[in-house]
């Protein structure tokens, strides 16, 4: 449970503590880091992430939050606390009806008034929030309904969506779809997140490799071909949508990300199919060769079974020259000494010290946009960027949930300087909980993101310049993690080592590393000698690199 106090909802605390086992509880600085790590949690572990917030301005802190949530389908619940009913109307401290706020970035959004009900509505709320597509689940319970007593009947916990309920594709859309696909000299397969909510990434490898598909991977499906293999051509992505005669796109929406679903030369347009988790999320703003919606590893075996490859003998070999041909261009920038540092330097360097298993998140702009480039996940679902709301805030939350989640892979936030102003604070958090992630602040002085557009569009810019040199290092130090301050080049590499960002945990003794994982597991790390097991908190380095567009 992440959350951030609030008279309103001490019950629920009070539930979570002496449950047996207790429920675990990561109390943070601002609700929205509280629901990002609950967002975090979902599309991290595929179980659904739980946050609670106070009522009125709990609520409205979170929405940003929820908001993103909703744009990444990921299976959250938030639980509010209300002003009580035998009140209301007469305004009561926080006295706000937070529904048709939230209803409109939820799957449902609603007030459980009946103490007896609150059992029953908490686990339709899971159960709403893990239904395909998934998706954001909010319910506030007014005062007296949780601070009073009630007998409920607890439901049956069946989970929803398990793998005997998958709902099948409509075989005969398959079908058409494998008809395509035979058909087709220059196809190309988009993965997306919902493959790896959905379970699906196995089977979504298994299809590639059987039809030899060329296989752009987008958000958390990013690694279900892992880096380096030979038909991930994510870098060739011009040539790969620019000429493609059919794209299936399986798992994301055809939004900003994927040209809104149009591919293909101009004068040729490529047929384009949308495979999706539900038929509610299936496009309908172009148009479609074919489309199918039910569970996607189904949808991929039965497209395995029916579709032949059929595909020119050159395509294939031309994408992986592009790629080649984008991988050996970066080489330069990824070994570049200039001064100010560059950015894709930093991936340079940290490329060298990533483990396969290793969580990376990105919140920020153009440093950012940079590591999306150059940091090619080995394994799915260890890529989290915010995804097409494109929210700026989601560090420090989705670092908490990362280290909670994966407790002994190694976890790296990158973060813009502009981004750490919103949600840095939770450095704190990271300290108080026992944390330890290795954050790389992105220093240009900047909103580098908006600033350069600006510029192109007026000439000049505004409102786009941070303090230069501001010490964000120092804020982590003050907050009680570690910090230290990169400036050139050089440094970077020995910084990463001693920020070691392999979590301390493996190279302990055995038994040691079985108390560790056993204490973070049960939030009682502080008790242990935190010196001796190396914990190194919310360590960051601070590489500067110049505005006005000169690092790029
Ligand atoms: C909450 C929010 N506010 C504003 C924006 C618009 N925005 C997108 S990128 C960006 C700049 C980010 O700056 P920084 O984190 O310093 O990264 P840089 O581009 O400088 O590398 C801004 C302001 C946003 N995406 N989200
Ligand atoms: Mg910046």
């Given at each position: 449970?992440?959350?951030?106090?609030?008279?309103?909802?001490?019950?629920?605390?009070?539930?979570?503590?002496?449950?047996?086992?207790?429920?675990?509880?990561?109390?943070?600085?601002?609700?929205?880091?509280?629901?990002?790590?609950?967002?975090?949690?979902?599309?991290?572990?595929?179980?659904?992430?739980?946050?609670?917030?106070?009522?009125?301005?709990?609520?409205?802190?979170?929405?940003?939050?929820?908001?993103?949530?909703?744009?990444?389908?990921?299976?959250?619940?938030?639980?509010?606390?209300?002003?009580?009913?035998?009140?209301?109307?007469?305004?009561?401290?926080?006295?706000?009806?937070?529904?048709?706020?939230?209803?409109?970035?939820?799957?449902?959004?609603?007030?459980?008034?009946?103490?007896?009900?609150?059992?029953?509505?908490?686990?339709?709320?899971?159960?709403?929030?893990?239904?395909?597509?998934?998706?954001?689940?909010?319910?506030?319970?007014?005062?007296?309904?949780?601070?009073?007593?009630?007998?409920?009947?607890?439901?049956?916990?069946?989970?929803?969506?398990?793998?005997?309920?998958?709902?099948?594709?409509?075989?005969?859309?398959?079908?058409?779809?494998?008809?395509?696909?035979?058909?087709?000299?220059?196809?190309?397969?988009?993965?997306?997140?919902?493959?790896?909510?959905?379970?699906?990434?196995?089977?979504?490898?298994?299809?590639?490799?059987?039809?030899?598909?060329?296989?752009?991977?987008?958000?958390?499906?990013?690694?279900?071909?892992?880096?380096?293999?030979?038909?991930?051509?994510?870098?060739?992505?011009?040539?790969?949508?620019?000429?493609?005669?059919?794209?299936?796109?399986?798992?994301?929406?055809?939004?900003?990300?994927?040209?809104?679903?149009?591919?293909?030369?101009?004068?040729?347009?490529?047929?384009?199919?949308?495979?999706?988790?539900?038929?509610d999320v299936l496009a309908g703003h172009c148009p479609l060769a074919g489309s199918a919606a039910g569970d996607l590893g189904l949808f991929f075996a039965a497209l395995v079974a029916q579709a032949r490859q059929g595909a020119d003998p050159d395509w294939l070999p031309r994408l992986q020259s592009a790629v080649q041909a984008a991988l050996a261009a970066d080489a330069p920038l990824l070994a570049s000494d200039a001064e100010p540092v560059h950015p894709v330097r930093v991936y340079g360097e940290l490329l060298k010290a990533l483990d396969d298993d290793a969580v990376v998140i990105g919140d920020g702009g153009d440093f950012v946009s940079f590591a999306g480039r150059h940091v090619e996940p080995s394994k799915p679902g260890r890529w989290l960027d915010p995804g097409p709301f494109g929210c700026l805030g989601t560090g420090l939350g989705y670092a908490a949930a990362a280290r909670l989640a994966h407790s002994s892979a190694q976890v790296v936030l990158l973060l813009g300087d502009g981004a750490a102003g919103l949600s840095l604070m939770d450095a704190d958090t990271l300290v108080r909980h026992n944390l330890p992630v290795a954050i790389i602040c992105g220093n240009n002085g900047a909103w580098g993101l908006e600033k350069q557009p600006m510029r192109a569009v007026y000439g000049y810019d505004v409102a786009a310049d941070l303090r230069p040199g501001t010490r964000y290092d120092e804020v982590v130090r003050a907050l009680g993690g570690a910090g230290e301050l990169v400036t050139a080049p050089a440094q970077i590499g020995p910084a990463l080592r001693r920020v070691r960002l392999r979590c301390p945990v493996p190279g302990q003794r055995h038994h040691r590393r079985r108390r560790y994982l056993s204490a973070l597991h049960h939030g009682r790390l502080a008790s242990l000698p935190a010196g001796r097991l190396g914990v190194y908190l919310g360590a960051i380095c601070a590489p500067m690199y110049a505005p006005n567009g000169a690092s790029r």
């Open positions: 449970m992440f959350t951030l106090s609030g008279g309103h909802v001490f019950p629920l605390y009070d539930g979570a503590v002496k449950a047996d086992p207790p429920l675990r509880l990561v109390d943070v600085r601002h609700e929205q880091t509280a629901v990002f790590a609950a967002e975090a949690t979902a599309r991290l572990t595929r179980a659904p992430g739980l946050a609670v917030v106070t009522a009125g301005p709990g609520v409205t802190n979170s929405v940003s939050a929820v908001t993103s949530a909703w744009f990444n389908g990921a299976p959250v619940v938030v639980l509010g606390g209300r002003a009580p009913d035998y009140l209301w109307g007469q305004g009561a401290l926080q006295e706000m009806d937070h529904v048709p706020l939230l209803a409109a970035v939820t799957k449902r959004a609603w007030t459980e008034h009946d103490k007896s009900r609150v059992a029953a509505s908490v686990d339709e709320a899971f159960r709403i929030a893990l239904t395909p597509h998934r998706g954001p689940v909010f319910c506030d319970f007014p005062l007296e309904a949780i601070y009073d007593q009630a007998e409920a009947e607890l439901p049956a916990g069946e989970p929803p969506a398990t793998a005997s309920q998958a709902r099948s594709a409509d075989p005969g859309e398959i079908a058409g779809i494998a008809k395509l696909l035979t058909a087709a000299r220059r196809p190309v397969l988009v993965l997306g997140s919902d493959v790896w909510l959905g379970r699906a990434e196995v089977a979504a490898r298994r299809a590639a490799e059987a039809l030899r598909l060329p296989v752009i991977a987008n958000g958390q499906a990013r690694g279900v071909l892992p880096h380096g293999h030979e038909l991930l051509v994510t870098r060739a992505r011009s040539l790969a949508f620019g000429e493609a005669d059919l794209v299936i796109v399986a798992g994301a929406p055809l939004d900003f990300r994927l040209r809104y679903g149009s591919f293909g030369p101009k004068d040729q347009p490529a047929k384009v199919v949308h495979v999706a988790d539900s038929p």
